[in-house]
Every structure is written in C-alpha cells, then in structure tokens.
C-alpha cells in the first residue's frame, strides 16, 4: 500500500518544528495522544551529503520503532543533493519524505531553501523531480507565498504540477510568519485547484489549529488532514480524539518523562529544554513561580529537585 493512502480522511500529523520536535518530545506527544503520522524536524541535505555534517544528520533522523509512521524533512537548494538524500533515507528505513518549502526562518531563506524556494519556482520544481525519481513518495511542506497572500495560486499551482504525494499549507505567506491570523477563508478554493490540479495529492491544512475537534471545519469540507504545531504547546493533549479535563499530575508526569527522554538520547545542551517547561507547569495556582524557579536551574538534577518539591 502507498505510504499516505493507509490514512482515512481526518488525519492528524505533529508539524516539525525545529528545536523542537526531537526523538524526545516526539514521544512525550506520542504518550499525551498520539496523531496518526509524525515528522523529525527538518534537515539540510547539504549535511547529509557532506562527511562533516553527516553526524549531526543522523543526529536527527534517530527514531524508534515506536513513533512509526514518520516522515523525513528535508530543506536546501540543489537538486542531485535531494535526489542523493533520498536515497539515503530509504536505506535507514523511512517510507516517505517530505521537502520544506515553507520555513520563514531568515538564515533559512537567505541560502534560497524553506520559503526562500516560493521566489524560484522553477528550482521548486526540480527539486521535487528530483527527490521522487528514488523509489519514496514525496510530500511538500509550505505556505501561501513569500510576500502577498495573492501570490498563492500560482505558487500552489506550480507545486501541484508535480503531483506530490501530499501537500502541507501554511494558510500563512513567509513575510506574516505567525503575527497574523491563519487565512482560513481560501481553503475551499485552495482544495479547489487540487482538485483540478492533481487530484490525487492529499491536502493537508495548518496553522492556528488548536487540536483535532477544531481542525475538523476542514476535513468537513474535503481536506485529508490537519497538521498542528505551536498548538501543542497550549495543549499536549491536543490530539485526543475524546478530549478531557487534564490534572496538573498528568503533565508533570509528562514533564518528568521528557526530562528522562532527554538523558536517554543524551540531547544536549540543557538550556534548549527550558523552552518546554511552559508546556506542563502552566495554570495551575503557583505555576509562575515554579516556571521562574525552572528558570534559573543549569541541570536535569536540578529541574527534577524543583518538580520533585511538589
């Protein structure tokens, strides 16, 4: 079977976000509620193609057998890079791949990857070639446009040309990265074009989705699935298909199993975790005091001596 027909319509994917979906945090949503597909977080394939940036690669596309079905993404400009990095990965076990081409990050954009790629459409397009000429089905990750919300039918329109395997839009352009809201009201012409373009594509929707009960709006209205990112910090539960009333135990029980991932793998360094902590020491009485003291630890020792105390 295809990769991404083994999902019924109203599937739910965890986004990859970089710092911040590792091996670790992957199976601390996994144990919350686990979606139906999970990607790592993005790498570039000038890394994977060079012996000094291969370890840090690998780094990345570490995964258990567990978080099974996972998507590899990857970013960069040249084409043979894509088509080589594929290879790769279906050596270590991946069933799909998915291109980002839609990361607003401005270090990101100025090599001309993420969405620096929606400005040459043209090398868009021969990297999707590329990739899916090595045997693994190819997804693209990206947004409405570089500059202009206008810009996206055109923009879209040269992606589903290829006939992707899968299509993820940010119903956002690289220059409003998250400051405003999601232009949710160009989904129906957005399914539109695929339709026409290249039916078999599925149509993934995200950005300002808060969990599964709010991104149904668009699987009602002929979407495949919703990929939730930065909703997953207001909520790591929220891909529960039977939402409940969640204890404060339960998310220091998840916090703790977080920090005993982070050894495991040994991810390093510490201070990249603190990130995290807003996820499970939040609305409760005296949270903002165990945050400022979680703040101020240097260790996991440390951090699990302030939960501990509760």
């Given at each position: 079977m295809d990769f991404w027909n083994q999902f019924q319509p109203g599937f739910t994917i965890l986004a990859p976000m970089e710092g911040v979906t590792d091996i670790a945090f992957r199976q601390v949503v996994a144990r919350a509620a686990r979606p139906e597909i999970f990607y790592t977080e993005f790498t570039n394939v000038n890394s994977y193609t060079s012996e000094k940036g291969r370890h840090n690669a690998l780094e990345r596309f570490q995964i258990e057998p567990s978080e099974q079905p996972?998507?590899?993404?990857?970013w960069g400009t040249r084409p043979e890079m894509f088509a080589e990095t594929v290879v790769a990965l279906k050596n270590l076990g991946f069933q799909?791949?998915?291109?980002?081409?839609?990361c607003p990050d401005k270090h990101v954009v100025a090599t001309g990857g993420g969405s620096g790629l929606i400005r040459t459409p043209e090398l868009a397009k021969e990297i999707i070639r590329a990739a899916k000429g090595n045997g693994l089905p190819i997804s693209i990750k990206t947004r409405l446009g570089y500059s202009r919300v206008?810009?996206?039918?055109?923009?879209?329109?040269?992606?589903?040309?290829?006939?992707?395997?899968?299509?993820?839009?940010?119903?956002r352009t690289k220059k409003e990265m998250s400051k405003v809201d999601a232009h949710v009201e160009l989904v129906p012409e957005i399914l539109a074009l695929k339709n026409e373009l290249s039916p078999e594509t599925k149509l993934i929707i995200n950005g300002d989705i808060k969990n599964r009960a709010d991104g149904q709006k668009y699987i009602d209205i002929g979407a495949d699935g919703i990929m939730i990112g930065?909703?997953?910090?207001?909520?790591?539960?929220?891909?529960?298909?039977?939402?409940?009333?969640?204890?404060?135990d339960e998310l220091i029980d998840l916090m703790k199993y977080h920090l005993d991932l982070y050894e495991k793998y040994s991810l390093?360094?510490?201070?990249?975790?603190?990130?995290?902590y807003k996820i499970y020491i939040n609305?409760?009485?005296?949270?903002?005091?165990?945050?400022?003291?979680?703040?101020?630890?240097?260790?996991?020792?440390?951090?699990?001596?302030?939960?501990?105390?509760?």
């Open positions: 996972i998507i590899a993404q990857i799909a791949v998915d291109i980002n081409m839609g206008d810009e996206w039918r055109a923009w879209l329109a040269n992606i589903l040309e290829e006939h992707p395997a899968a299509l993820t839009v940010h119903l930065r909703g997953v910090f207001a909520n790591p539960f929220c891909f529960e298909k039977e939402p409940r009333e969640h204890t404060r390093h360094p510490y201070d990249p975790l603190k990130h995290f609305n409760f009485p005296g949270a903002s005091e165990i945050r400022d003291k979680l703040m101020q630890t240097k260790t996991i020792a440390e951090a699990r001596e302030v939960i501990n105390q509760l």
